[in-house]
């Protein structure tokens, strides 16, 4: 029975990883939607040797372990296949290399096998054991290395081959404490003398790690010493003094030891510096919340983008391909490992191999809790490794010393356990790294799932930038169907231009490096098609590509020849012009200057940012601007009469906008807030919403219309909004138009607003130009200009 369940378990994860595999080969194929591409095919060169090594485990266990655990193996299958091919996929060269480890893993494994299921050899060599680990971790400090070529040397490397002792040195220490513990059962009540050469022992170690600044290593001694010593004496007050002392250290660390500060300030607040210091925990995030609930697909992500994703972060590449189900499962491998090694202690036939299967569980555990805490900012970051899936020979051997040694553990089921009075504090420990799993799980479902929205918007995440190498985004159209903005180039290579740089502070960019502005921003959801297209088509594409569907085209109310005429008259000064459909609220004309070319962003995104001339701000929408008593007669000399006219909302538009300053004695409203309440003197006393986006091109249904966000608002009569209009008629001109300039500290503003009549039989326009100069005669040149172009047929 055991053995074939064990088989059949081996070839579910088979199966499992040949599917992976496949995926993987095809992925460029899919990426690039089509076939005419390179596929991947070395991986299964990892995945032939994978398939041979558990082959030769499967057999050996069997012949040699009748009655051992079915699960152990089946599950360390599972998690080495799968961060195999995962490492073959991030970093090819280091795939071959960690084939190479699985292979020296296995020999150790089969090798090991043979021992005496009551390890009585471990017991009775604990200190030449510990000894010898402690003197590798010590040559650290004298031939240490580092397979980079820079950062911590805490390897011991002849050519390409590298040792970490202190990755079999927590098991030489777990072989330790449960040694030594078990020979002094009679001193447990005597707790200073049970304890004492513990601590002797336990303090050489950490201050090898300290002094090398392995903080992760020494993070999971303090953990295990904690734990075992709890199981061991079943003493809660160990728990109490052992944390106590870790917090004490923690603290004392902080102030003392710049990279614990540096780690705690990004754990902390990783949001400060983004690109600096925080980069990486930020990026680990960002790649969870791209995984979302399924996954961008095997090979479909962008996990390189996190630093070190084959080692330290590769639970947030594989969270990134393989999303939340993903992550989901790989912890409850984990948990069901925790739980078959809690068994197999609480069935230990004696004393000794109860603690150590205890402490090797709980060795492992503590260690997959570390990194996935770290990766999602339960934890700071300690640069450890995650068991069996992680890149590194030293960690995965040593992991498969522990599962050898919880097969040889519990391999004899039918003789009688050990006695155990007090089974909780095997229970309790089991149950707080459990809980872990689960808090980690929780955390994966908040980042990935909850927060992946925000975190996917945020500038200094290029993976859109990257989705739209792949996908052609949307066009954004002029009300005639002229493109303003569009995307060239092929599949792997498309790239965003900009057809009216004018219009650049209006219409913004989508940059990988400067994010996005303007409407390419708030418009994003329908330029990618994620909004407008059926959602088992958003759906469909989400599963198949790990991408979205091709975006959809927008319309927009801008007319091109007015917008050129507009640019081109206020190219040379700084301020904002607006024209509006004064009875549906349609903007035609919207240009704020100075401006700036998206198109050159990689040569001026940096200066942009502190610019003078605030060239990114649109004015239109986004600037601020006081009033005079020309205006405040035509809209109101209160401020209860100038929210009728809805100065002081900020108008709802597809795109950003600006709520006014409601101040009694110095109000400010931005132009196109201006537009809105003049209108109210062209369209018989209504105030009309705002419209910048019209339609979009669908591929069920063609053009759908947009309808505006907001409402019409009768502000006044007809009558009254016409005997206002015909006071400030311009004589034989269809439109009127008031002007003034006031002046503020060292600043002068120039408004000018003109509107159609009442009585006009075409299409009722209402215009607002605001100049930051102190020029009257030349925005009424400029705006009325503009206005008599748009009245003419």
């Known amino acids: 029975m055991t053995d074939r369940l064990q088989s059949r378990l081996l070839k579910l994860a088979g199966g499992f990883l040949a599917l992976y595999a496949i995926i993987l080969t095809l992925s460029p194929a899919v990426r690039m939607r089509t076939w005419q591409v390179s596929y991947r095919w070395e991986h299964w060169i990892g995945l032939l040797v994978w398939a041979v090594c558990f082959a030769i485990a499967n057999y050996q266990t069997s012949r040699l372990l009748p009655d051992r655990d079915p699960f152990l193996l089946p599950i360390t299958a599972v998690l080495s296949g799968w961060g195999l091919l995962l490492i073959w996929r991030l970093v090819p060269s280091l795939g071959m290399r960690q084939t190479i480890w699985l292979l020296l893993a296995t020999a ?10 009551n390890l009585r050899h471990l017991r009775n060599y604990k200190y030449l054991l510990l000894f010898s680990g402690l003197l590798l971790t010590a040559l650290t400090l004298f031939f240490g290395a580092n397979p980079l070529g820079y950062g911590p040397q805490l390897w011991l490397g002849y050519r390409s081959v590298f040792l970490q002792p202190s990755e079999p040195l927590k098991l030489l220490l777990v072989i330790y404490l449960a040694a030594y513990l ?70 004392l660390g902080y102030f003392t030891i710049d990279i614990v500060r540096l780690r705690v300030d990004t754990w902390l607040n990783p949001w400060a510096d983004p690109s600096g210091t925080s980069y990486q925990i930020v990026q680990s995030l960002l790649a969870i919340a791209n995984g979302g609930l399924l996954g961008r697909g095997p090979g479909l992500g962008s996990p390189g983008l996190v630093p070190v994703a084959h080692s330290d972060f590769i639970f947030a590449a594989l969270a990134e391909e393989h999303g939340l189900m993903g992550t989901a499962a790989l912890l409850m491998l984990y948990g ?19 603690i150590l299967a205890a402490g090797l569980t709980t060795y492992l555990g503590i260690q997959t809790l570390l990194i996935v805490g770290g990766n999602l900012r339960l934890l700071p970051l300690t640069g450890v490794t995650l068991p069996f899936v992680s890149y590194g020979g030293s960690s995965l051997i040593t992991g498969t010393i522990a ?17 155990l009075p007090k ?6 420990t089991s149950a707080l790294l459990l809980s872990g799993l689960l808090l980690s799980l929780l955390a994966n479902s908040y980042w990935g799932i909850i927060r992946s929205a925000d975190l996917l918007t945020r500038t200094d995440n290029p993976r859109r930038s990257i989705a739209d190498r792949y996908v052609p985004r949307g066009q954004i159209l002029d009300r005639d169907n002229r493109p303003i903005n569009m995307t060239d180039g092929q ?22 490096i400067f994010g996005q502005a303007g409407l390419e921003a708030s418009l994003d959801n329908y330029l990618r098609g994620l909004q407008g297209n059926p959602v088992s088509l958003v759906l469909w594409n989400q599963l198949l590509y790990g991408q979205p569907p091709e975006g959809l085209d927008v319309r927009l109310s801008i007319d091109l020849e007015l917008q050129a005429a507009a640019d081109q008259a206020l190219k040379e000064h700084t301020g904002a012009l607006v024209l509006i459909d004064a009875s549906t609220g349609d903007i035609l004309v919207i240009s704020s200057h100075p401006t700036f070319d998206p198109n050159l962003l990689d040569q001026t995104g940096n200066t942009l940012i502190d610019d003078p001339d605030a060239r990114l701000l649109n004015r239109v929408t986004l600037g601020s601007y006081p009033i005079g008593r020309t205006l405040k007669s035509l809209f109101g000399s209160d401020i209860e009469s100038m929210k009728t006219f809805g100065l002081f909302e900020a108008p709802r538009l597809r795109m950003g906008s600006v709520t006014a300053r409601a101040a009694a004695d110095n109000p400010t409203i931005s132009p196109l807030q201006a537009a809105l309440a003049a209108a109210v003197y062209s369209a018989e006393g209504i105030r009309p919403p705002a419209r910048i986006t019209t339609a979009i091109k669908t591929s069920q249904s063609g053009w759908v219309i947009l309808p505006a966000l907001g409402d019409p608002k009768r502000v006044l009569s007809p009558s009254g909004a016409a005997d206002t209009a015909e006071s400030l008629m311009i004589p034989e001109e269809p439109f009127w138009q008031v002007s003034e300039t006031l002046t503020e500290a060292d600043s002068a503003y120039t408004w000018y607003l003109a509107g159609t009549l009442p009585n006009w039989q075409a299409t009722p326009l209402t215009i607002v130009l605001l100049l930051e100069e102190d020029n009257e005669p030349l925005a009424v040149e400029v705006g009325s200009k503009i206005l008599k172009e748009a009245l003419q047929p």
């Open 403 to 419: 599962i050898l040694l919880l097969l040889l553990i519990g391999s004899q089921p039918d003789d009688e356990p050990a006695p």
């Open 182 to 251: 078990s020979d002094r059962i009679h001193l447990r009540r005597r707790l200073l003398l049970l304890t004492f050469p513990t601590i002797l022992v336990i303090g050489l170690s950490l201050l090898l790690l300290l002094v090398q600044r392995d903080l992760g290593t020494a993070s999971i001694f303090i953990g295990l010493y904690t734990m075992i010593l709890y199981m061991g004496t079943a003493r809660r007050r160990f728990l109490l003094i052992c944390f106590g002392t870790l917090l004490l250290a923690g603290i």
């Open 423 to 428: 089974p909780s504090p095997y229970l309790i």
């Open 108 to 117: 150790v494994l089969t090798i090991g096998l043979r021992l005496p299921a």
């Open 491 to 512: 599949v792997g290579e498309y790239k965003r231009s900009y057809l009216i740089p004018e219009l650049g502070s209006v219409i913004g960019y989508t940059h990988p």
């Open 336 to 354: 069901l490992l925790i739980n078959r090694g809690f068994r197999a202690a609480l069935n230990a036939q004696d004393r000794y191999r109860r």
